[in-house]
């Protein structure tokens, strides 16, 4: 009788075995190219874009998913059926943009499998702030004024009240302020 269950076993065993493989060839990833990025993209455009707190640019934006999204472990959330943690991408997705009601999702594996695009819901009579005219450099030193330095100078080296050094440098940089 244990022969039997031997030879049962093989016969059986065999083509199970095989028939794994055939399914694990046409269920492979041979030919198929895997997602490496997400766009996010939003409307109106401009909006800067954070992946839980961390600020990884503007919209419109191509997202490395293994940069910006990696996948880690993660606590039951209430959407999950079952189990206690899971191996996935998880994150909150912030969009935000001056005039525009701040947008937050928390993003998955779902979402991730096609591109994002979010329409802001902005105030149509928002006026951006005014920019500030840019600082004007300081005016140079008037030459009259360069010149009474420069003598003043001469003077305290000529008296000696200053070092050779002490000249030169002073010199360079009343120069320099030209």
Same mark, same amino acid.
């Given at each position: 009788?244990?022969?039997?269950?031997?030879?049962?076993?093989?016969?059986?065993?065999?083509?199970?075995?095989?028939?794994?493989?055939?399914?694990?060839?046409?269920?492979?990833?041979?030919?198929?190219?895997?997602?490496?990025?997400?766009?996010?993209? /939003?409307?109106?455009?401009?909006?800067?874009?954070?992946?839980?707190?961390?600020?990884?640019?503007?919209?419109?934006?191509?997202?490395?998913?293994?940069?910006?999204?990696?996948?880690?472990?993660?606590?039951?959330?209430?959407?999950?059926?079952?189990?206690?943690?899971?191996?996935?991408?998880?994150?909150?997705?912030?969009?935000?943009?001056?005039?525009?009601?701040?947008?937050?999702?928390?993003?998955?594996?779902?979402?991730?499998?096609?591109?994002?695009?979010? /329409?802001?819901?902005?105030?149509?009579?928002?006026?951006?702030?005014?920019?500030?005219?840019?600082?004007?450099?300081?005016?140079?030193?008037?030459?009259?004024?360069?010149?009474?330095?420069?003598?003043?100078?001469?003077?305290?080296?000529?008296?000696?009240?200053?070092?050779?050094?002490?000249?030169?440098?002073?010199?360079?940089?009343?120069?320099?302020?030209?």
């Amino acid at each position: 009788m244990t022969i039997f269950s031997k030879r049962t076993s093989c016969i059986i065993g065999w083509p199970l075995l095989l028939s794994s493989a055939v399914l694990a060839g046409c269920g492979g990833s041979a030919g198929i190219k895997l997602r490496e990025a997400v766009l996010i993209e /939003t409307v109106p455009p401009g909006a800067q874009v954070k992946v839980s707190g961390r600020d990884i640019g503007t919209t419109p934006l191509s997202a490395d998913l293994d940069k910006e999204f990696p996948r880690h472990w993660t606590a039951r959330v209430k959407s999950d059926d079952e189990g206690f943690a899971f191996y996935r991408r998880l994150e909150t997705l912030d969009l935000k943009k001056d005039g525009c009601e701040t947008y937050t999702q928390q993003i998955g594996e779902t979402d991730l499998a096609r591109d994002i695009k979010i /329409t802001l819901k902005c105030d149509p009579n928002f006026q951006p702030a005014a920019v500030a005219a840019p600082v004007a450099a300081p005016a140079p030193a008037p030459i009259v004024g360069i010149e009474q330095r420069l003598r003043t100078l001469e003077d305290l080296k000529t008296k000696g009240l200053i070092t050779e050094d002490e000249y030169r440098a002073q010199r360079q940089r009343i120069l320099d302020g030209m």
